[in-house]
C-alpha cells in the first residue's frame, strides 16, 4: 500500500520560510515522479511543484524563484523548500505520487503565513 506522509507545515510570518517533507512508502520510490499541490482556503487545489524521478524539476509561477524541492531517495524522502513566504502562500499542502495508474495522496500540512 503507498502511502505519503507530509510534515513541517505551521504558522510562520510574511518573508519566513519553511521546509515541508513528504515521506513515501509502498513503492519503488527512486522511480517514482512526486508532485506537490496546494489548497487555499476555500479555493481549488493548484499544483504547486515536481521532480520527476530523475531529479528534474518543475514549478508554478506562483512560487517559482522562491521554493526548492528536492528528494533524497535514500530516505524515500521529497523536501520542498519554501522562503520569502507570502500571506497567499497560506494553504493545505499537500503530496501526491501516481504508481502503476492509481493515484495516491498524502492528508497534507497547514502552512499558514501572517501578514
Known amino acids: 500500500q503507498v502511502r505519503l506522509v507530509e510534515s513541517g507545515g505551521g504558522l510562520v510570518q510574511a518573508g519566513g520560510s519553511l521546509r515541508l517533507s513528504c515521506a513515501v512508502s509502498?513503492?519503488?520510490?527512486?522511480?517514482?515522479?512526486i508532485n506537490w499541490f496546494r489548497q487555499p482556503p476555500g479555493k481549488q487545489r493548484e499544483w504547486v511543484a515536481t521532480i520527476t524521478s530523475g531529479g528534474n524539476t518543475n514549478y508554478a509561477t506562483s512560487v517559482k524563484g522562491r521554493s526548492t524541492i528536492s528528494r533524497d531517495n535514500a530516505k524515500n524522502t521529497v523536501y520542498l523548500q519554501m522562503n520569502s513566504l507570502k500571506p497567499e502562500d497560506t494553504a493545505v499542502y499537500y503530496c501526491?505520487?501516481?504508481?502503476?495508474?492509481?493515484?495516491?495522496w498524502g492528508q497534507g500540512t497547514q502552512v499558514i503565513v501572517s501578514s
Open positions: 501526491r505520487t501516481i504508481n502503476m495508474g492509481f493515484e495516491s
Open positions: 509502498g513503492l519503488t520510490f527512486s522511480m517514482n515522479d
